[in-house]
């Protein structure tokens, strides 16, 4: 290994963190407060102005901070977001994962269980006997849905609430994951709203 003359580079990588000398303005610390509240009540005034506009029909074309009433009022979820799984099917209802392994193998958690068996039809190989996903030891990485060639499972059900009373029932079976998402958690059809993707 080549010796390294630290003194003549022009970053200290002898340290992993550098140190950033605080100005005479940060030493006082007053003024830092007076700054951080400045900031608070500037998007407080603002945000109650224009909420108290669009009240009475005014400063339509405007946006403020909004409180999302939850359960009522859903924050829209980008279409990206990696929510339940689920298990596509083929145009005559049967599963399309061919049990191949894969989403298992590169699973980091090993939480997905499938016990392969030979399918009934002669002209396909074989498919899942059985098929779960522990969601309690899920992380959602989405390494499952890359892996499978097939593409036999996604993540796009925009499904957030994943809790239970009882923690067996958060391990999903096939027909668990085969079934039809409707409502609030379907598949999304649509773009998000633009500021969404500001």
């Not at 200290?12 to 303005?25: A, F, H, I």
């Amino acid at each position: 290994m080549p010796n390294i003359d630290y003194a003549k580079l022009t970053v200290d990588y002898r340290t992993s963190v550098q140190k950033v000398e605080m100005g005479l303005w940060e030493k006082i610390y007053y003024p830092e407060i007076i700054r951080g509240l400045s900031i608070t009540a500037w998007h407080f005034f603002r945000n109650m102005t224009i909420h108290t506009l669009r009240a009475f029909g005014m400063a339509r074309e405007k946006r403020g901070a909004v409180t999302y009433q939850y359960p009522e009022e859903r924050r829209p979820v980008h279409r990206r977001y990696r929510g339940r799984h689920r298990l596509t099917k083929k145009e005559d209802g049967s599963e399309r994962c061919t049990a191949c392994m894969l989403c298992e193998t590169i699973c980091p958690t090993d939480c997905i269980y499938i016990t392969p068996e030979e399918h009934p039809n002669p002209g396909v190989e074989k498919h899942p006997r059985q098929y779960q996903i522990d969601i309690l030891r899920c992380c959602f990485c989405g390494y499952c849905v890359e892996a499978c060639p097939c593409d036999a499972i996604r993540m796009d059900t925009s499904v957030m609430e994943l809790s239970d009373w009882d923690r067996t029932r958060l391990v999903y079976d096939k027909e668990y994951l085969m079934r039809d998402v409707a409502g609030p958690g379907a598949p999304p059809e649509y773009a998000p709203p633009v500021w969404w993707l500001k």
